[in-house]
């Protein structure tokens, strides 16, 4: 006769298949290409588009908007619609909007695009509320989410690395942007079969009638304010007085945005359940995290590019060795994501999660005085990297198993926002920190230098902050538990 723990993994194993994984593993497979591809291809993109490159700041904040926008509305819905068809609406989109990348001619025309593209950033919340659905009528359904969360990030860097060598490869035999752009646009439409055919359907839970419209558009009203203070933070620097007017009154509209939340009995966000202690330190976690996540891998690029022999500091690598330096760093993260999973089972999650923030802490302050060579830089954004991988499988499942049944969805894919804007205000606060830098180094080398000194601090005082936070969390929390009916 089989024990209850047996009984319970192969339900477990009935609920979140390798079949399952398989096909959400191709979605987050093609948002790592996605990701990885355009970088690298900016300098050519801005001379077919006949832009500077400054410009392509606006790109990027304009799809940090959408993102950070998005995210809460889609995932919201897929709560309540079923998360496989917010997922198929969010990959359609996407697909339309890369495809009208491979072929927009002007600033205007590829910017809107640039920026619809966005929706795809809701993909990880919706995947781990699939996940988690299939698994929450198991006893291990909240470890077996953990695990496959890990596996999500690894095809989500491997994406990454397989899109950043493509684009170079096809760009450099090619020589031509629209052909070169066809490729994201052709994974992105194949993935949406994909879905289609393969990932099962989720258990809506409808909670209310209507959709929360003014919560949301409150909240629409604040993440565009704010990401668009950052986006005139990073273009006119800190010296405007509309950066910080901007960024207030962003800040602002955050009050009548959680007074609607909290009076509303079916709010597009639910502040109480983000007020919990298994809650917040994980969303706010998500948001330190994503400093460093999103913000600091082009300054370690910069650095690693800077000749010692001119500036005094860097690393003097051309760009076969920096590409393989951020390689090594994208291979640590996969690393601590498929870690995680076996360490949270001998120890216990939030111990797990605690020593990946630390990790990350340890990594970026250890830059401060070890920087002076390419063994020192290495050393130091691996021991980061294997925490920051760590981090990012565990948050969103760590959220989805705090939150209640039906509000799966909005509470992973809020660690998805919350990592969205932390690595906005990262990206405008470091380019500002280098900008300032570079008008000194004429006089002294120093000023430069100092400005990765402030990238380095803040990503490293980022994960200490997160691994204090992380102690709030109840020690229990994240722990597997018996099956609902």
């Known amino acids: 006769m089989a024990t209850r723990a047996t009984t ?31 970088p690298v291809l900016i300098p050519d993109i801005v001379k077919y588009l006949g832009v500077r490159d400054a410009d392509y700041n606006w790109f990027e904040a304009a799809q940090l908007a ?32 890369t495809w009208w990348l491979a072929f927009a001619p002007t600033f205007t025309t590829y910017l809107i695009a640039f920026a619809i593209q966005g929706f795809y950033t809701v ?11 299939r698994g929450r009528r198991s006893d291990v359904g909240v470890s077996h989410t953990r695990r496959a969360a890990g596996w999500l990030i690894v095809a989500l860097e491997l994406g990454a690395i397989l899109g950043d060598l493509a684009a170079a490869q096809l760009f450099e035999s090619t020589g031509s942007i629209p ?7 052709a994974c992105v439409t194949l993935v949406f079969f994909a879905i289609w055919l393969g990932v099962p359907a989720s258990e809506p839970v409808p909670t209310g009638e209507r ?5 949301f558009a409150l909240l629409a009203l604040a ?15 800190p010296g405007d007085v509309w950066v910080w007017v901007a960024i207030a009154a962003g800040l602002l509209a955050l009050w009548p945005f959680a007074r609607v939340e909290l009076r509303s009995k079916d709010p597009g966000i639910d502040l109480r359940v983000m007020r919990r202690s298994t809650m917040w330190p994980i969303i706010v976690t998500a948001g330190l995290i994503g400093i460093s996540v999103l913000g600091a891998q082009t300054p370690l690029s910069t650095f690693a590019g800077t000749d010692p022999q001119t500036a005094g500091f860097g690393l003097g690598l051309g760009s076969g060795m920096r590409s393989i330096l951020i390689g090594v760093y994208l291979v640590s993260l996969i690393i601590g994501a498929t870690v995680f999973p ?30 002076a060579s390419l063994l020192e830089v290495l050393g130091d954004i691996v021991i980061a990297g294997f925490g920051t991988g760590a981090l990012l499988g565990a948050l969103p499942a760590a959220a989805a198993a705090a939150a209640p049944h039906g509000q799966t969805g909005a509470a992973s894919a809020m660690t998805n926002t919350t990592k969205i804007i932390g690595g906005g205000i990262a990206s405008a606060v470091f380019g500002v920190a280098l900008a300032t830098g570079a008008s000194d180094a004429a006089d ?11 990238v380095w601090a803040i990503c490293g005082l980022g994960g200490v902050a997160a691994t204090i936070l992380l102690f709030f969390v109840p020690k229990a929390a994240f722990a597997d538990r018996p099956a609902e009916d």
């Open 8 to 38: 319970a993994a192969r339900s477990g194993n009935a609920g979140i298949t390798l079949s399952l994984v398989g096909w959400l593993f191709l979605v987050e497979l093609t948002s790592g290409i996605l990701q990885g591809y355009y």
């Open 223 to 237: 993440l565009v304010l704010i990401t668009g203070g950052l986006a005139l933070l990073r273009a006119l620097g």
């Open 123 to 133: 993909w990880l919340g919706l995947e781990i509320a699939i996940i988690f659905d």
């Open 342 to 371: 076996t360490i949270s089972a001998k120890a216990s999650p939030r111990a797990a999660m605690i020593l990946g923030a630390a990790l990350v802490a340890i990594g970026y302050l250890a830059l401060l005085p070890f920087h």
């Open 179 to 185: 052909i070169s752009l066809i490729v994201p646009a």
């Open 66 to 97: 959408v993102s950070a926008i998005s995210i809460p509305v889609l995932a919201k819905l897929g709560d309540r619609f079923g998360h496989k068809r917010i997922l198929l609406v969010s990959t359609l989109v996407t697909a339309a909007a």
């Open 444 to 454: 002294s080398t120093a000023a430069s230098l100092a400005g990765y000194y402030t």
């Open 211 to 215: 959709i929360d419209s003014l919560g």
